[in-house]
């Protein structure tokens, strides 16, 4: 069977590429982002941090649920902020479910694995007042990740969609462990 269509030619070809790279450009700088969605994921973050910073320093049943509530919490709000997104503009963005939710974004990370080990080390230490101060300014900091990420994929979004900075998530991953092995050393 022989295709009765003509080849497209390298100028068609560059021509209908750069009208798509336009169209993703628009489509980008169009979305928009539901009401709170910064100060409720931060907040959210911050409850999170918190909660789990004093888990990990009262490993019994109390300090156990405190942990998952806060990991409740923040599930509900990204879960709720997500599904407002999807109201508002139609469609999906999976670079804000992982880049600014899940903190996959290279400075979301840092600032949250920073903000943790800080309000764990408080809560461990019996500086217990220093624990919320460093979660609030987690979520505050993941918040702003969050929003220079969204910024940044609104004027190239075809630079900031694909996938995370692997290198800056091997750092987080290894910095976590090894917070986690001096907890379990000091312990």
């Known amino acids: 069977m ?3 269509e003509r080849p497209i030619a390298p ?7 750069a009208d798509a790279e336009s169209a993703r450009t628009r489509l980008a ?6 009401s709170y969605f910064y100060s409720s994921i931060g907040a959210a973050i911050a409850v999170q941090i918190g909660t789990g910073a004093t888990g990990v320093a009262d490993q019994e ?12 919490v923040f599930v509900l709000v990204a879960a709720v902020q997500l599904a407002r997104f ?10 804000l479910a992982s880049q600014v939710l899940l903190g996959t974004a290279g400075l979301a990370s840092i600032t949250y694995v920073a903000a943790f080990a800080l309000a764990t080390w408080a809560a ?10 460093a979660a609030v300014a987690g979520g505050a900091a993941y918040a702003w990740a969050g929003r220079r990420w ?10 900031h969609s694909r996938g995370e900075q692997t290198v800056v998530l091997v750092a987080a991953a290894v910095l976590a462990l090894v917070f986690l092995a001096a907890l379990v050393a000091l312990r």
């Open 86 to 95: 999807r109201r508002i503009n139609g469609a999906w963005l999976g670079g």
């Open 2 to 4: 022989a295709s009765s």
């Open 11 to 17: 100028s068609e070809a560059q021509a209908a590429i």
């Open 61 to 72: 049943t109390g300090g156990m649920l405190m942990l998952a509530g806060g990991a409740l």
């Open 124 to 133: 461990l230490a019996g500086a217990g007042w220093l624990t919320p101060i």
């Open 29 to 34: 700088s169009s979305l928009r982002l539901p």
């Open 150 to 159: 969204w910024h940044s994929y609104q004027g190239a979004p075809a630079e």
